[in-house]
Nanobody
């Protein structure tokens, strides 16, 4: 069992930066692939970024490539999402998730554990 708690969301102006953190409980944290998803009201949850168990492989959706960076610290049981050059369309609730397997997968169905989400609002 893994419990995930996100933090770091907030209100930021367009062009600004935020770093989201997701702290996990559980002794097997280092074996899980981890991902960040986001959701806006009325839309499906969208994959944003993923990282494999070792931190050596990452995967991003095209719209955040070059702006967002996912990383993890297995010693601290924490995954991060650094978000730079934020745009209005990045406004959403951001969720971290732990995958059943150790790969950096974009597939929603492969994520078993989810956090409660943290709101990111980008203003003009």
């Amino acid at each position: 069992q893994v419990q995930l708690v996100e933090s770091g969301g907030g209100l930021v102006q367009a062009g600004g930066s935020l770093r989201l953190s997701c702290a996990a409980s559980g002794r097997t944290f280092s074996s899980y692939g981890l991902g960040w998803f986001r959701q806006v009201p009325g839309k499906e949850r969208e994959f944003v970024a993923a990282i494999d168990w070792s931190g050596s492989s990452t995967y991003y959706i095209d719209s955040v490539k070059g702006r967002f960076t996912i990383s993890r610290d297995n010693a601290k049981n924490t995954v991060y999402l650094r978000m730079n050059s934020l745009k209005l369309e990045d406004t959403a609730v951001y969720y971290c998730a732990a995958a059943l397997y150790g790969s950096s997968t974009p597939r929603f169905s492969e994520y078993k554990y989810w956090g409660q989400g943290t709101q990111v609002t980008v203003s003009s």
